[in-house]
């Protein structure tokens, strides 16, 4: 199944080459099923990693996991008015639930049309809304605070492997508190998560941040994001946090007695990342060699390549091999490449496309000096060490390499981040190879972000937390405003 | 949320006793969405127990995860002509992909009709071998391993939490081999890992061995399984392995080059279990009280009571029963019911209904002369001793209380195992309250099955591997045969 496919520089064509990276890298690949991928062994165990991280993070913040039906029923989706609009337009519908032959064909049965078409959820707040409703009662059930890890549909248009698909997997959490302060405060804590994940695990800096009116979710009260910024300068919003204030709770009459016993709608949050952050993932640190993973990500964090030319060395060198794979397996997944229909040169170029953090090499030179040659992914470096110095060295090496990947996307933003407050250089920026991310005043209209999106490309992403009020004029409308936003074009 | 419903005894109403026992535990509930179940938080704290071991022992046999599609062109499932005919009946269609509004309703735009529908898969050996035909192409790719959990729907008539639900969860196993034998071997060693799934985790003694023509997989070469006995002396097919021989690589055109560089056939495996068996663990053990879960499988393992009546003891008891649970924590999770707006005999109350294997109790008096009270959940005993002797007696309490499970549900199925070859008699035993497992020739016609099946009820289970042979006569023709089988009435 090893591809001999070239991989196209991202420099010629950034798009060709991410489908590139993952073909290599045999990550996914499309399905016969418009918009749908496969999620090959390899890129499955990165999803795995990644699912597990995040599940000990979201357990470790009190919630539990839970599951609800795939399908919703149309009405449901009709409860919450700007919540069915944002979702009604994209999404697959059940309408018959058997297939019976007739003349040598399969079709579908007209007689086994539903009362009620079902939806299949692209995203579940309705139906979790309609169970709150029968679960809480008093302020002693509050705060609900449950996750699900689930499989997802919107129809869209154009799709990419992970970055946009029509089904893709994700987790939902999704929680009720007494206050909207609660609220406020779960929806800041979970997108707090989210940058952990996003920083720590993945060595993706983000920059948190509130969303434009326009850009919050369906039937939110207000939505918060994290912000990625892929290598051709564009934003990946890599996870959303959203405080849904009571619009749903009054839509699914979610009601609590508080400790006087006088009736309250609840505070609800919803909070969400898929297989989308995957292709962040990959367009954060790859190169034009292939895949590069963050050593905490990788599913497999060294391989071992033993090279023997005389053929009597065979079992010597495998033995040797296996042994040292034993003393760095506390590192994680150590593999030993034993396989001899493969040059190589064949099995470098498999290991470097697949983006493991580090290769050791051992030819019959290095066992008889009993040294052995280590090779760091990110940057090519080729070190030749004493076996006995392997464990110290590559424990270093991967905690460097974390590192120095999350170093690197700093640096490429910081070199990408500008600060425009006139419009006719930002649409000559917007316009350039790397548009980067702009800071600009914005007076908070949505006429004026709409128009900027139209003639640039260029979306709000998000006021960013930490970002300080100064006085200046509205990019667009020149208005007087103190409030700035990033603008970027977005995948 | 604590539900003061009683639960109907088992001798009354077995079928509503399942179903008390499911909503006192609180593990799941009926959702608005036919047939669909909510699984809840501790519902699915069992699920996730059980599919973190199984996922261990299908990596550790070599398999490695990836996610298909969950729509499966029609066409695909008109592939094989078995196949279509097993599972077009009761599947889930999707014809449209866009709502829009229309007079103030939300209706389906007949505009977005799709040009072929899709199915929300059944199963997912056609979108499977589809990429399996794309993957293989030499003798070298093979085996390939692969295994996926995913949510399937298949609309069935009458349901019931975790038995037979619309939609379920469960893992899907499929692999292509070189040569039969290859796919023999896989098959078997996949009902061998779920035979010690549930036998060695679950409690639940099984009986593995092969179905007969009429109750194999649709498609599929032949099926065995393992079957369970239910407290009602009913059967429960709790996992399936089946040899699909070459029936789908034709269908798929899935050929690899042999060594010899000529074209041939892969044979194919493909292996499940899901939600369902969280049914049969529920119905194995449980009694009038509620759930008794094995301790292997409990998601808490102990919980721990302390009992207060001087409100100036509460920091103090509070302080030393978390002590405790630290000193327990190696075995699991351990839980402190440290709530104070409930009394401790609804404390008491609500870990028996849940089935926490072990209580440990703790009053003012045992805190005075430094002992505590210690509960078994299945048999009820009490112990006093001194808390220094706790860690111990836990350790060996959960070990014993593994075992003491596995060795009443096999006692009980050895107690319920008939051996009959007059059919009169046989058809009274089905009408028996406890009509149990009964080992009966039968010549091996599809005919005679059917005939009992309609007469009693009672349908073949599986030839055990291990039984012998032994010269007799058919239950219903009466026609010589050494082959015997197991009949009963099943879930």
Redesign the interface.
Known sequence: ?SSKKKITPRSEDYSQWYQDVIDVADLA?N???RG??????YG??I??NFRDILDRMIKETGH???????????S???KEASH?EGF??????????????EGG??V?DPEAKLAE????RPTSET?IH??FA??ISSW??LPVL?NQW??I?R?EMRTRPFLRTT?F?WQEGHTAHATFEDAEEEMNKMLKVYQVLAEDYLAMPVIPGRKSDAERFAGALHTTSIEAMMQDGKALQAGTSHNLGQNFSKAFEVQYADKEGKLQYVWMTSWGVSTRMIGGLIMCHSDDKGLVLPPKIAPIKVVIVPIWKDEAKRGEMLEHARNLARQLSHLGAVKVDERD?LTVGEKFYEWEKKGIPVRVEIGERELAKDEVVVVRRDNGEKTNLATTKLVTVIEKMLVDMQKALFEKALAFREANTHHIDDYTKFKKQMEEPLPGFVYAHWCGSAACEEQIKEETKATTRCIPFDLEKKPGHCLKCGKATDQRIIFAKAY
């Open positions: 199944m690949e399905s016969p099923v749908c991928m496969v999620i090959k062994p499955m165990a999803w795995e539990q996991n839970v599951y609800f039906p795939l399908f919703i029923p149309k449901f989706l009709s069915v009604a337009k994209e999404c697959a519908i059940v309408t018959h639930y058997r297939l019976k032959a064909k399969v579908v078409e079902l939806i299949v139906i309609d169970a029968r679960w002693r059930d449950i689930a499989n549909v129809w089904e997997l229909y």
